[in-house]
Each structure stands twice: as C-alpha cells, then as structure tokens.
C-alpha cells in the first residue's frame, strides 16, 4: 500500500479572497527522487499534465515558466499574492493500491482542516473546487466537513458551473465546481452538450478553450 501525503503546504495568505481547492497532486511529487516531467513545477497544481497554470497564464498574460525551477515557483506565488488568491486542498494524505492520481483510488484518507483554515482566513468567501461532485472530489469532502457541522449547503445555480453557499464564521461563503483542470476529465467534458455544440461550429474548438470559457467567469483580469 502506497501512502500518497500532500508534498506542498497550503498557500493561503492574511488578504486571501478566493481559496482553490482540490485533493492531491499526481504520486510522483510526494516520491523522494521520483522522475519529474521536464515541465512539471515543485508547487501546487505543477504537474505538466494539469491545465490550471496554462489557463490562469492567458487569462492574465502571465508569462510564467513551465519548468522545476525555483523562478517558476516564485512566479506563481507572486500572482497568487497579488490577486488575493489562495491554494489548499482538501486531502492531507491517503493510501492507495495503486501508484496514481486516481480520486477513486484514495484509500484511509485524512482531510486537512479547511474550515479551520476558513476560521484563519476572515477575507476568504469563494471556494473554486477543482472538480465537480463525483466521489472523493473536492466538492465531496466539503460537503462531508459540512455535513459534520451540521451547516447546510445551499444551491445558488444548478448550470455548470454548479454554484453553493453556506454560512460559517459569521459570512456567506459561495462555492463553485469548476470542470477539472486534470487531463482525466476530458472524456466528460467531450460528453458535455455545450462542448458539441461549440465544436460543431469550430472544429478547433479544444478541451481547453472549454475550460477557458469557464475558468474567465472566475478568475477575473483585474
């Protein structure tokens, strides 16, 4: 049984606004020495394979670097810094049975105190879940930390992007499932009507541009 821990601690600062939140990055950041891909980044949402960074360097013109350097890391932070944007996600460690990114595989797994974090973090109302609903997504284990609470979560739109809110420490605080930044949910979004539609009026139309569109609703340029 391999123990998957989170290798990065959450980057949450004092005027954070907006908290992205998603479950873990692939093995290969939590493994001593493991073979990284030549654009991975030691930080949170690094891997190669993951479109968050892509879709946040155009939305903002970011210019960023995709490699493990130290310079790609103080990038990122920098931005998330400036526009009041936090990174902490929702899984602190699991076991799986085997070595992938899998959400579905994540075994005995131990949650990281995002209320508490909520509780630390007065200016926080927007939770950007990168995932949907399905099981052991992020969406998922809010709602279990809710549920333990006894705090209710309140729909506010039922369209993709779904939306929530709920009420804790003295504020309303909206959540939103954006589609995964992850390669693995490309298959639902070629399912996705909106997605057909827009690629039967252009062919180029990619998974991308898909979340592109999504994405630009709530990483807004400032």
Request: contains cysteine; charged residues 25%.
């Amino acid at each position: 049984m391999f123990l998957h821990a989170h290798p990065f601690a959450p980057e949450v600062y004092a005027d954070t606004t907006k908290l992205i939140v998603g479950t873990l990055p692939p093995p290969r950041f939590s493994i001593e020495d493991a073979k990284l891909k030549a654009e991975d980044v030691l930080f949170c949402y690094g891997s190669a394979d993951n479109q968050l960074w892509r879709i946040l360097n155009v939305i903002y013109d970011l210019d960023l670097e995709f490699a493990p350097t130290q310079k790609a890391i103080a990038q990122r932070r920098e931005f998330l810094r400036k526009y009041k944007i936090g990174i902490c996600d929702s899984v602190e460690s699991c076991k799986r049975t085997r070595v992938n990114a899998s959400d579905t595989g994540m075994e005995d797994i131990v949650l990281r105190d995002l209320l508490g974090i909520l509780q630390t973090y007065p200016k926080i109302d927007t939770l950007l879940f990168m995932g949907g609903g399905s099981k052991n997504g992020p969406e998922y284990f809010v709602r279990k930390m809710l549920k333990k609470e006894h705090i209710r979560l309140t729909l506010a739109c039922e369209q993709t992007p779904k939306q929530h809110s709920f009420v804790y420490a003295n504020r309303t605080i909206r959540t939103v499932s954006l589609t995964s930044p992850s390669n693995a949910a490309n298959r639902s979004i070629g399912a996705n009507a909106l997605y057909k539609a827009n690629k039967a009026k252009d062919p180029a139309y990619s998974t991308f541009d898909f979340r592109m569109q999504q994405y630009k609703r709530f990483f807004p340029p400032r």
